[in-house]
């Protein structure tokens, strides 16, 4: 492959992804920093900034199976997979779709999206029936569900802010430094 051909704005992309994904298996060994993890702003980073968005799609969701993979195989010697995975995925592919919509890329529209990613992840994967007969399969047990999961989103809420900050900060100041990581073309339509 020529030098030519390699896209270093997407290797960049894709690189800051992994690493930030990595810190997953950090995050997995402490009870008070569960759901505190990369992943919602993993999704909406590479909504945002992958051109082509099937990149997007692609290099995120990849790699959150593969972390989950990795986690799995440490903490348990397996390669499971849960009735919920599909619905975690779903989740992060819709978070990925509204990374996809910013139009610039600022403190407040990072924060808001952040904040609708959180609620869609806690509106999504605290439906009783995803969990067996942990709650009833009711509105009743659904508002069970969504009480306490609190805990959990804030978390993910917390997470989604500080890696957002990293990951969109960091790029964005690198975008400033070297041209070859700018594009002409518009963030959304």
Avoid at 19 to 42: C, D, E, H, W
Avoid at 94 to 106: A, D, P
Avoid at 127 to 149: E, F
Wanted: glycine share 6%.
């Amino acid at each position: 492959m020529s030098l030519k051909k390699i896209d270093t704005r997407t290797v960049v992309l894709v690189l800051l992804i992994i690493a930030a994904a990595a810190m997953r298996l950090v995050n997995v060994k402490y009870q008070a920093l569960s759901n505190f993890t990369p992943v919602g702003a993993i999704a909406l980073f590479g909504g945002v900034y992958f051109v082509d968005k099937w990149k997007a799609y692609a290099v995120v969701l990849i790699t959150l199976f593969l972390s989950d993979l990795a986690i799995n195989y440490m903490y348990t010697s397996k390669l499971a997979w849960y009735s919920g995975s599909l619905w975690i995925y779903l989740c992060f592919a819709i978070v990925v779709f509204i990374g996809s919509l910013i139009k610039k890329v600022n403190f407040l529209n990072v924060f808001a999206v952040s904040l609708v990613a959180v609620l869609i992840h806690w509106l999504i994967m605290d439906l009783p029936w995803l969990y067996g007969t942990l709650y009833p399969h009711t509105l009743a047990g659904y508002g069970q569900s969504l009480v306490a999961a609190i805990p959990f989103e804030k978390n993910m809420l917390y997470g989604d802010i500080v890696y957002c900050a990293i990951l969109f900060g960091g790029f964005e100041l690198a975008k400033s430094k070297y041209t070859v990581l700018r594009t002409n073309h518009k963030l959304a339509l």
